[in-house]
């Protein structure tokens, strides 16, 4: 069983940055691959991006490439999203998840956390 709690979020302008965070209970967190996702209203949730459990590749959604930067420290079981040069189109409800099997796909991750609201005005 993991427990993860996201933090960092807020109301911020366009062109602003943001980094999230996502604390893990529990004693296995580096056995885990994490990804965060998002969800807007209405829409589905979404892939953002995605770390290997030893830090190995990094994966993005095209729509934040070059904007986010997804990290972890094992050491604190925490994983981060820095997210810069925030847009309109980037507001949504931030979840971070964990998976065995690495992967973009939501239906791969087992624990989710409550997740952060991140708005983003123009």
């Known amino acids: 069983q993991v427990q993860l709690v996201e933090s960092g979020g807020g109301l911020v302008q366009a062109g602003a940055s943001l980094r999230l965070s996502c604390a893990a209970s529990?004693?296995?967190?580096?056995?885990?691959?994490m990804g965060w996702f998002r969800q807007a209203p209405g829409k589905e949730r979404e892939f953002v991006a995605a770390?290997?459990?030893?830090?190995?590749?990094?994966v993005y959604a095209d729509s934040v490439k070059g904007r986010f930067t997804i990290s972890r420290d094992n050491a604190k079981n925490t994983v981060y999203l820095q997210m810069n040069n925030l847009k309109p189109e980037d507001t949504a409800v931030y979840y971070c998840?964990?998976?065995?099997?690495?992967?973009?796909?939501?239906?791969?991750?087992?624990?989710w956390g409550q997740g952060t609201q991140v708005t983003v005005s123009s």
């Open positions: 529990g004693r296995t967190f580096s056995s885990y691959h």
């Open positions: 998840a964990t998976t065995y099997d690495f992967s973009i796909n939501k239906q791969s991750y087992s624990y």
């Open positions: 770390i290997t459990r030893s830090d190995t590749n990094r």
